[in-house]
């Protein structure tokens, strides 16, 4: 079965960076989307980054846009959330989530993936 596991959160100032890692295992060979997802106390769950594992376009919500970053190490099978200019706003709780490439495909970063990490928690202070 799939899992997904991320990592990397922690408490950081207003301005500083952090770098979210990401491993899926039980995909084998075929082409997964995958992408980064946040959810804000009192808000709902919205997607932030996603991509597809073989390629293609990259979704990035326009909130970080020229902020944040999807990077991977192919040799390892790891995927990378960059996240620089970290603002208060940006403070969520990060989940990542892998599926289907189609559902990159159809949806971009919508929230119909089906299997998730357990979340990792970035804390951005004033």
């Known amino acids: 079965q799939v899992q997904v596991v991320e990592s990397g959160g922690g408490l950081v100032q207003a301005g500083g960076s952090l770098r979210l890692s990401c491993t899926a295992s039980?995909?084998?060979?075929?082409?997964?989307?995958m992408g980064w997802f946040r959810q804000a106390p009192g808000k709902e769950r919205e997607g932030v980054a996603c991509?597809?594992?073989?390629?293609?376009?990259?979704y990035y919500a326009d909130s970080v846009k020229g902020r944040f970053t999807i990077d991977r190490d192919n040799a390892k099978s790891i995927l990378y959330l960059q996240m620089n200019s970290l603002k208060v706003e940006d403070t969520a709780m990060y989940y990542c989530?892998?599926?289907?490439?189609?559902?990159?495909?159809?949806?971009?970063?919508?929230?119909?993936?089906?299997?998730w990490g357990q979340g990792t928690q970035v804390t951005v202070s004033s």
């Open positions: 991509t597809s594992w073989s390629g293609g376009s990259t």
């Open positions: 039980g995909l084998g060979f075929d082409d997964y989307a």
């Open positions: 989530a892998a599926d289907w490439a189609s559902v990159f495909h159809n949806g971009g970063c919508l929230n119909e993936y089906n299997y």
